[in-house]
């Protein structure tokens, strides 16, 4: 038998003996217990960072496209057709989307409300999905020869909007351009009529913010014919994101900024990552609390087997293989806590996402009614190999120092 497996065995048996004072077995038992919670807690919080994560990728990727061009300088550009061109001769772009945006002023009958206008071309209502949005009317924003427009939900509250009302149209207001300041509306402001089609529902910040119309009608509000402020994009399915975001930029150049959905809100998703890996060390700090329990408990095991060490000096065992038995059983400590709190944190996980266990609050309009979970392979292994570097540098504290000392010591007779 090689040393590995020696010092193994002998640390295991050292772990399930019996000892002479009952309190090793009382502390080896806290340390188990104690490394066990803290890594459950650790797996469960970091999947369920990774649940609110997927829930607002999944809200935002409702209504972004996979991929936006921007222009790197300025609010809009002249979309030519050699810029289409460029853009449709990229492998793996299915759907090009003309998209101009102006914040205006919406008012309908006595109520206004400050909102984005979104104007579109056509193939956005698929694009986005649209008519799974919708919580009253229908997907469309062509009615006949009439453009019609649909409303964020939260616009639609403030302006207390009536889908079925033929009498009073939307009314959208932007300063002209060059206008200078006037006192007078009609002279400071254009102004376009549209009724609305329907009412759709993302997440608060898209819903109080946006009204989509047809990029026709968003142009001549505007005075911005053949102008546009993005141009989004819808790939095939088997497309690789980022290989495809690389080629377009390469044939763009750097007068624009491709992104995907997560570079479209990249602060909100840094944020996130942000706290995540801020408690996942605050959890760290704890699990370095919970282990010098091992620390106490191998330093007591190490002084009740003084007579041991002596003895297998005796037969031959020198200082390194002493101190991997010991190390050896520190391990075997914090090794059987980890898997124990990791199993117990993935099957904690397993319950809620299929029964949804913990609440967010009874009685609350959310859009889901548990905590959401995720759980990510590469986050259990980082549990995994934190809680074994702790545990491993909180036994090597009494082995390094003890074993030593122990070393002094002789049997009684000799």
Same mark, same amino acid.
């Given at each position: 038998?090689?040393?590995?497996?020696?010092?193994?065995?002998?640390?295991?048996?050292?772990?399930?003996?019996? &000892?002479?004072?009952?309190?090793?077995?009382?502390?080896?038992?806290? $340390?188990?217990?104690?490394?066990?919670?803290? $890594?459950?807690?650790?797996?469960?919080?970091?999947?369920?960072?990774?649940?609110?994560?997927?829930?607002?990728?999944?809200?935002?990727?409702?209504?972004?496209?996979?991929?936006?061009?921007?222009?790197? &300088?300025?609010?809009?550009? $002249?979309?030519?057709?050699?810029?289409?061109?460029?853009?449709?001769?990229?492998?793996?772009?299915?759907?090009?989307?003309?998209?101009?945006?102006?914040?205006?002023?919406?008012?309908?009958?006595?109520?206004?409300?400050?909102?984005?206008?979104?104007?579109?071309?056509?193939?956005?209502?698929?694009?986005?999905?649209?008519?799974?949005?919708?919580?009253?009317?229908?997907?469309?924003?062509?009615?006949?020869?009439?453009?019609?427009?649909?409303?964020?939900?939260?616009?639609?509250?403030?302006?207390?909007?009536?889908?079925?009302?033929?009498?009073?149209?939307?009314?959208?207001?932007?300063?002209?351009?060059?206008?200078? %300041?006037?006192?007078?509306?009609?002279?400071?402001?254009?102004?376009?009529?549209?009724?609305?089609?329907?009412?759709?529902?993302?997440?608060?910040?898209?819903?109080?913010?946006?009204?989509?119309?047809?990029?026709?009608?968003?142009?001549?509000?505007?005075?911005?014919?053949?102008?546009? %402020?993005?141009?989004?994009?819808? +790939?095939? $399915?088997?497309?690789?994101?980022?290989?495809?975001?690389?080629?377009?930029?390469?044939?763009?150049?750097?007068?624009?900024?491709?992104?995907?959905?997560?570079?479209?809100?990249?602060?909100?998703?840094?944020?996130?990552?942000?706290?995540?890996?801020?408690?996942?060390?605050?959890?760290?700090?704890?699990?370095?609390?919970?282990?010098?329990?091992?620390?106490?408990?191998?330093?007591?095991?190490? +002084?009740?087997?003084?007579?041991?060490?002596?003895? +297998?000096?005796?037969?031959?065992?020198?200082?390194?293989?002493?101190?991997?038995?010991?190390?050896?059983?520190?391990?075997?400590?914090?090794?059987?806590?980890?898997?124990?709190?990791?199993?117990?944190?993935?099957?904690?996980?397993?319950?809620?996402?299929?029964?949804?266990?913990?609440?967010?609050?009874?009685?609350?309009?959310?859009?889901?009614?548990?905590?959401?979970?995720?759980? &990510?392979?590469?986050?259990?292994?980082?549990?995994?190999?934190?809680?074994?570097?702790?545990?491993?540098?909180?036994?090597?504290?009494?082995?390094?120092?003890?074993?030593?000392?122990?070393?002094?010591?002789?049997?009684?007779?000799?």
């Amino acid at each position: 038998m090689d040393r590995q497996g020696l010092a193994f065995l002998i640390g295991r048996r050292y772990l399930f003996s019996k &000892k002479s004072h009952n309190a090793i077995n009382i502390i080896t038992g806290i $340390s188990v217990v104690g490394v066990a919670v803290v $890594s459950a807690t650790m797996v469960i919080v970091l999947s369920v960072f990774n649940g609110f994560e997927g829930l607002v990728v999944s809200l935002y990727s409702s209504f972004d496209p996979p991929v936006l061009i921007t222009p790197a &300088k300025g609010k809009v550009f $002249s979309f030519d057709d050699e810029v289409r061109q460029r853009i449709a001769s990229v492998q793996g772009v299915t759907e090009i989307v003309e998209v101009l945006e102006e914040n205006c002023l919406v008012r309908y009958r006595d109520r206004q409300h400050f909102a984005t206008v979104k104007g579109v071309s056509d193939g956005f209502i698929g694009l986005a999905g649209m008519d799974s949005l919708m919580t009253d009317g229908v997907a469309t924003l062509q009615n006949d020869s009439l453009p019609q427009a649909l409303l964020g939900q939260g616009v639609a509250y403030f302006i207390s909007a009536n889908m079925h009302d033929p009498f009073y149209p939307i009314e959208l207001y932007v300063p002209k351009r060059g206008a200078g %300041s006037s006192t007078d509306p009609n002279r400071a402001f254009t102004t376009r009529s549209v009724y609305p089609a329907g009412v759709f529902s993302v997440q608060h910040d898209v819903d109080v913010r946006y009204i989509v119309v047809p990029i026709k009608l968003a142009r001549d509000l505007l005075d911005r014919e053949g102008y546009v %402020s993005a141009i989004a994009l819808d +790939l095939d $399915s088997k497309a690789d994101v980022s290989k495809v975001i690389s080629t377009l930029q390469e044939a763009l150049g750097d007068d624009f900024v491709v992104r995907d959905r997560y570079r479209q809100h990249a602060l909100l998703y840094s944020v996130m990552q942000s706290e995540k890996w801020a408690v996942f060390l605050i959890l760290a700090f704890i699990l370095m609390i919970s282990i010098f329990n091992v620390t106490g408990s191998l330093t007591m095991l190490i +002084l009740e087997k003084k007579r041991d060490v002596v003895i +297998l000096r005796s037969m031959g065992a020198d200082t390194p293989l002493v101190r991997r038995i010991f190390l050896t059983e520190g391990m075997q400590i914090v090794l059987i806590g980890a898997l124990t709190g990791i199993a117990i944190g993935l099957m904690v996980c397993w319950l809620q996402y299929n029964f949804g266990l913990v609440r967010l609050s009874t009685g609350g309009n959310y859009v889901v009614q548990a905590y959401p979970v995720m759980v &990510k392979w590469l986050d259990v292994l980082n549990v995994c190999l934190t809680v074994l570097g702790i545990g491993a540098m909180a036994s090597a504290v009494p082995v390094l120092g003890l074993v030593r000392n122990t070393s002094t010591v002789r049997l009684s007779g000799t």
